[in-house]
C-alpha cells in the first residue's frame, strides 16, 4: 500500500531474540533466535496484549496532518487532522510523537543511471518485490549490496539462470551464525567491546574491526572490500551470499555506468548482454507529507536535524519528536523503547534540555563523527551501547558499574563484558523491571534453548 512500508515473504530478523526484545518482555525460550516477520508480528501483538496497549489504540485511521496550535508558544499543543471511515476530524494534543519509520518512500534514482530510458528490459524498486518465482530463468541485475539487495540476490539465485549484484562501494558481510555458532549481535554488541574501542588507538581499533570482518572470508577475493576499508557503517548481515558467489549464480560487479537497449555497461569497462530485469535496492528517503511545516523535522539545508537524532532543536516548546530515526548496530525496538523513555520525561519537563546553540553544537559534533566512520547518510549512524547509555543516563535508568561490582559482581560480570541485551535499561531507576536481573542472567540459556 502507499505510504507504508513493506517487506518481501522471506524477510528474517537480523537481530536475534534476546537484543531485539522490548527491554521488559522478552521472546518466549522457545522461539529461534533470528525470527520470520510473521513471528515477529505476533510477538508485537501479544505485547499490545500483555500491557494492555490495545484500548489505547484508534486504528484504521489515517494521519493527514500534524501542525502547531495557534497557541502553540503557550501550551506546546499540537492539532492533528485525521481521516477515518470517509470522515475528518482535527484534535488537539500536548505531545506528538513521529514513529513512521524511514523505510516507506523508495529512492528510486533514475538520474543517476544514464540510458535508463532505452533500456527494453524491465525495472523496479526493491519494496516491489515479493517472492522469486516469475524470475524463473532470467538474468536479473540488482543494484545496491544493502541487506535487501543482497537478500534478493540470493533469493533469486535459486531460480534465476544469472543474477549479477551491483554495489558501487562493498560492504561488510558478516553471518547472523558467528563465532563458534552464536549469535553473531551477542558477542559483538558488548560494554567490553565498546570501552575497548575507546581505549586503543584508532589505528589499532581500525585493524581489528577489518580482522574481524575478513576472519569468515577474505572480502576482497569476492569483490565486496568496502572502499573506506575502517568504515563503521552497518555491514550486510547475510548467511548465504559468499557461498552464492563461490558457485557463480551470484557475480559481483561494479557500479553501472551506462545502460543500453539489451546490455549495461559497467565502470571497470565490462557490459553485460541479455539483462531482463533491475532491481533498484537503493534505499528509502526520509519524506514526512503529513507535516505541514517541514522545516520543524528538516530544518537545515532541507537534512534531518534533531537532537539525540529525536527532538528538532529550534522548537519553543519541545513537545514533538521523532523515533526510530536512528542507525545503530542494535536492534530497533530496545533502541525505540529507551527513546520514548526518554521523550516522554521530555514531554513532562522532568529532563531539561540544554539551550539551542548547545543542541546544535551537539549535532554538528555527532554529524562530523558520523561522516568521519558511518559514511553519508540522512540518519543519525552512531554506536549502540554509547548512544543508550547517552539516554540511559539522562533519565537515570543507567546501570552502574562500580555499585553493581560491588553488590552484584555476577550480574557486573554479565553486564560488562556479556551482550548489552535491552533488559540492563530496565535494571534501575524509572521504569524498573523485577524480572530484569533473571533475564540477564538466563539469556544464554534462551539462546541455546
Not at 519509520?101 to 533500456?119: C, K, M, R, S
Not at 515479493?130 to 545496491?144: N, T, Y
Not at 575497548?196 to 577474505?218: I, Q
Not at 527513546?339 to 546544535?360: S, Y
Request: contains cysteine; proline residues 6%.
Amino acid at each position: 500500500e502507499e505510504g507504508r512500508a513493506s517487506i518481501y515473504r522471506t524477510v528474517f530478523t537480523n537481530s536475534c531474540k534476546e537484543m531485539s526484545c522490548y527491554p521488559d518482555f522478552p521472546f518466549p525460550d522457545d522461539h529461534p533466535n533470528y525470527m520470520h516477520n510473521t513471528r515477529l508480528h505476533h510477538y508485537l501483538c501479544k505485547y499490545a496484549e500483555h500491557f494492555g496497549l490495545l484500548r489505547h489504540i484508534q486504528f484504521k485511521t489515517l494521519v493527514t496532518k500534524v501542525r502547531k496550535h495557534p497557541n502553540f508558544s503557550v501550551t506546546g499543543q499540537w492539532e492533528v487532522v485525521t481521516q477515518r471511515d470517509g470522515k475528518e476530524e482535527t484534535s488537539a494534543f500536548d505531545a506528538v510523537m513521529v514513529c513512521s519509520g524511514h523505510q516507506v518512500y523508495p529512492n528510486l534514482p533514475l538520474a543517476d543511471f544514464p540510458g535508463i530510458e532505452t533500456f527494453k528490459g524491465c525495472y523496479f524498486h526493491s519494496r516491489e518485490y515479493k517472492e522469486p518465482e516469475k524470475f524463473r530463468g532470467k538474468k536479473v541485475l540488482v543494484i545496491g549490496l544493502g541487506n535487501s539487495g543482497s537478500d534478493i540476490a540470493v533469493e533469486l539465485s535459486t531460480v534465476a539462470s544469472q543474477v549479477y549484484l551491483s554495489t558501487r562501494s562493498g560492504s561488510w558481510v558478516m553471518s547472523r551464525v558467528w563465532h563458534k555458532g552464536y549469535p553473531w549481535d551477542m558477542l559483538v554488541i558488548t560494554r567490553f567491546q565498546t570501552w575497548l574501542g575507546t581505549v586503543l588507538p584508532r589505528a589499532l581499533s581500525n585493524w581489528l574491526y577489518v580482522r574481524s570482518m575478513n576472519r569468515s572470508f577474505k572480502h576482497e577475493n569476492f569483490g565486496l572490500m568496502p572502499l573506506e576499508r575502517a568504515s563503521r557503517k552497518e555491514p550486510v548481515l547475510n548467511d548465504d551470499l559468499p557461498g552464492r558467489i563461490a558457485c557463480g549464480v551470484v557475480v559481483i560487479k561494479p557500479k553501472v555506468k551506462e545502460f543500453r537497449e539489451t546490455s549495461i555497461l559497467f565502470q571497470d569497462g565490462t557490459v553485460q548482454d541479455g539483462v531482463d530485469l533491475v532491481v533498484f535496492a537503493t534505499g528509502y528517503i526520509c519524506s514526512y507529507p503529513f507535516m505541514e511545516d517541514h522545516s520543524i523535522i528538516k530544518s537545515r539545508d532541507n537534512e534531518v536535524t534533531l537532537y539525540k537524532g529525536i527532538i528538532p532543536p529550534q522548537l519553543e516548546k519541545p513537545t514533538i519528536a521523532v523515533i526510530g530515526l536512528v542507525q545503530t548496530l542494535g536492534a530497533i525496538m530496545p533502541t525505540v523503547d529507551l527513546q520514548c523513555r526518554w521523550a516522554i520525561k521530555v514531554f513532562q519537563g522532568q529532563c531539561m534540555l540544554p539551550p539551542v546553540r548547545e543542541m546544535m553544537d551537539d549535532i554538528d559534533e555527532k554529524m562530523g563523527k558520523k561522516l568521519k566512520g558511518h559514511g553519508n547518510s540522512s540518519m543519525l549512524q552512531t554506536d549502540y551501547v554509547t548512544y543508550m547509555d547517552e539516554l540511559a543516563s539522562a533519565i537515570g535508568v543507567k546501570p552502574s558499574m562500580m555499585k553493581l561490582l560491588l553488590t552484584d559482581p555476577q550480574l557486573a560480570l554479565q553486564v560488562f563484558f556479556g551482550p548489552c541485551t535491552p533488559y540492563q535499561f530496565r535494571l534501575v531507576g524509572p521504569g524498573k523491571w523485577s524480572g530484569a536481573r533473571k533475564a540477564i542472567l538466563t539469556q544464554w540459556d534462551r539462546t541455546l534453548q
